[in-house]
Nanobody, 129 residues
Framework: DVQLQASGGGSVQLGGSLRLSCVVSGWIFDDYAIGWFRQAPGKEREGVSAIRSSDGAVAYANSVKGRFTVSRDTAKKTMYLLQMNNLKPEDAAVHYC?????????????????????WGKGTQVTVSS
């Protein structure tokens, strides 16, 4: 079974930074996509960023472009990172990582929650002013 574990959430001040980590296990082949999503109270889950393991292709939601960076840990190949800079109040949410076998040419498709097949537990991000 594929399993994911996200960590790194916390409370930061407006404009601060956090780095989230997601460890994935259970994939036999190194060919899958990782998506980062968030859900604030009363709102739908939305895609934040995605990365494809085979070629490193990435995608970002417009709301986080230029502030967030998704990457794969070069040493720990099963760990994916989401560096979040210049955090805003609207970034406050429970953040999740999820995964799916690749099936789309454009990594932007992996920003859709309905494309994901396996989800990890979320990690809370709080932004205070």
């Amino acid at each position: 079974d594929v399993q994911l574990q996200a960590s790194g959430g916390g409370s930061v001040q407006l404009g601060g930074s956090l780095r989230l980590s997601c460890v994935v296990s259970g994939w036999i082949f190194d060919d899958y996509a990782i998506g980062w999503f968030r859900q604030a109270p009363g709102k739908e889950r939305e895609g934040v960023s995605a990365i494809r393991s085979s070629d490193g292709a990435v995608a970002y939601a417009n709301s986080v472009k230029g502030r967030f960076t998704v990457s794969r840990d070069t040493a720990k190949k099963t760990m994916y990172l989401l560096q979040m800079n210049n955090l805003k109040p609207e970034d406050a949410a429970v953040h999740y990582c999820a995964t799916v076998p690749p099936g789309y040419d454009s990594p932007s498709y992996y920003l859709r929650p309905d494309t994901m097949t396996d989800w990890g537990k979320g990690t809370q991000v709080t932004v205070s002013s």
